[in-house]
T-cell receptor, first 116, second 115 residues
Framework: AQTVTQSQPEMSVQEAETVTLSCTYD???????LFWYKQPPSRQMILVIR??????QNATENRFSVNFQKAAKSFSLKISDSQLGDAAMYFCAYRRTTSGTYKYIFGTGTRLKVLA | SAVISQKPSRDICQRGTSLTIQCQVDSQVTMMFWYRQQPGQSLTLIAT?????????ESGFVIDKFPISRPNLTFSTLTVSNMSPEDSSIYLC????????????FGPGTRLTVL
């Protein structure tokens, strides 16, 4: 079965600095998607960035980028120039296909604190 | 993207009662998903709801406890039946969307407290 592991329950970063959140996963499939979602205190889950496994190029979205290491099954999120609004829970997620139904598996989350 | 609303946003219920949560999407979608997020925990998929068919439940979740309706392509309900304090959670609905239908969009969640 597929699993997603986030080994950092909590991280802190100084405003304007860079922080990296870790995520590892386990799968026997060759094609899949990986995501980072942000959940601020308001609870609304927001997609931060996505990566398609067949693409070797790391995805980037403004200040957010990933380091996707397919062989190592690692998918870390780098946040540059951290802002106070980045404070939230961050969930790594894996999307698989089972019998034609797409299922998402979420990690346990990393709480990011941004220090002014 | 899809805009999703949920009602109620929060509720406090007594043990043994039931609560129905509504999820409305601003566009037609094939599949809707219901998740539970217990305090400080990750999201756990309860079931997948396709319009016109029975919902598919994940291991550990049963229809008698979490009956789901999916009357059309923009609406779904999840009922939490015979509630106990262990059911206190945030319940989220989501849909797939995006250019290739490979992104999930989430509702704001329903915070349920069972006394």
């Amino acid at each position: 079965a597929q699993t997603v592991t986030q080994s950092q329950p909590e991280m802190s970063v100084q405003e304007a600095e860079t922080v990296t959140l870790s995520c590892t996963y386990d799968t026997s499939e060759s094609d899949y998607y990986l995501f980072w979602y942000k959940q601020p205190p308001s609870r609304q889950m927001i997609l931060v960035i996505r990566q398609e496994a067949y693409k070797q190029q790391n995805a980037t979205e403004n200040r957010f980028s990933v380091n996707f290491q397919k062989a190592a099954k690692s998918f870390s999120l780098k946040i540059s120039d951290s802002q106070l609004g980045d404070a939230a829970m961050y969930f790594c997620a894996y999307r698989r296909t089972t019998s034609g139904t797409y299922k998402y598996i979420f990690g346990t989350g990393t709480r990011l604190k941004v220090l002014a | 993207s899809a805009v999703i609303s949920q009602k109620p946003s929060r509720d406090i219920c007594q043990r043994g009662t039931s609560l129905t949560i509504q999820c409305q999407v601003d566009s037609q979608v094939t599949m809707m998903f219901w998740y539970r997020q217990q305090p400080g925990q990750s999201l756990t998929l309860i079931a997948t709801a396709n319009q016109g068919s029975e919902a598919t439940y994940e291991s550990g979740f049963v229809i008698d406890k979490f009956p789901i309706s999916r009357p059309n392509l923009t609406f779904s309900t999840l009922t939490v039946s015979n509630m106990s304090p262990e059911d206190s959670s945030i319940y989220l609905c989501s849909v797939e969307g995006g250019t290739n239908f490979d992104e999930q969009f989430f509702g704001p969640g329903t915070r349920l407290t069972v006394l």
